[in-house]
C-alpha cells in the first residue's frame, strides 16, 4: 500500500518548532506521531512545537524526562510525550500499560518510536528526522492509514513554506 509522504527541511531549531507548531494544529485527539531520528536530530524540539500547536501554555515547559519515559501535557486535547531512548525491547513498555495510552484519546508522540515499531498502531504518522550538516534537517512525514490521508491536503498546504528544495 502507497501511503502519503511529504519531504521537508529546517534550517534551524526555530524552524522544526514552527512546523512542529503546525503539525500540532492539525493533529486530533487518538492521533499518534512517531518519531524515529538519533541523539540531536531535533525530535524533542519538533515535540516542544506539537505542545503549542496543542494549545498547551507556554508555561508548560516540555523537554525530554531524564528518568521517566511519559510527560502528559494539558492542551486543546492532552499530550503524551514518550521517549524511549532508555527503553531496551518492547516489553519494557507493555508492562507499563502502553495500550491505554497509544490507543487512548490523547495524542501520543514518541521519540525513539522505531523501538517498539511492533506496538504501534497500524495507523500513525511517521516522522523520520536526519541531520543535514549542523543546522540542516530533513523532516520526512509518512501518514500510515486511511486516518492520516484524509488529512493529507491540509498537511501539504499548511507546511508548505518547509517544502524541499
Ligand atoms: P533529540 O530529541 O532528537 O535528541 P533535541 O531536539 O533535544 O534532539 O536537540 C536538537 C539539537 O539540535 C538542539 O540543540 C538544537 O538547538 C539543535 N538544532 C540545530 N539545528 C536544528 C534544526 N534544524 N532542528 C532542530 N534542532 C536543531
Ligand atoms: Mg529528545
Known sequence: MQFPELILST???GETLALGRHMGSLLEAGDV?????DLGA?????VQGIARGLDVPESSYVR????????????RCTLHHLDLY???SPAELEDLGY?????GEGVTVIEWADKI???????????CLDFQEETGRVITLVGMGDRYRERWEAF??????????
Do not use: Q
Not at 64 to 75: D, T
Not at 99 to 103: N, P
Open 99 to 103: 495500550r491505554e495510552i497509544l490507543y
Open 64 to 75: 525530554s524526562p531524564s528518568f521517566m519515559i511519559l510527560n502528559m501535557y494539558a492542551g
Open 33 to 37: 506521531v512517531a518519531l524515529v531520528g
Open 11 to 13: 534550517h534551524g531549531p
Open 117 to 127: 515499531d511492533s506496538l504501534l498502531p497500524d495507523e500513525h504518522l511517521r516522522v
Open 86 to 88: 532508555r527503553i531496551h
Open 42 to 46: 531535533g525530535k524533542t524540539c519538533l
Open 156 to 165: 501539504m498546504a499548511s507546511l508548505d513554506r518547509f517544502a524541499n528544495g
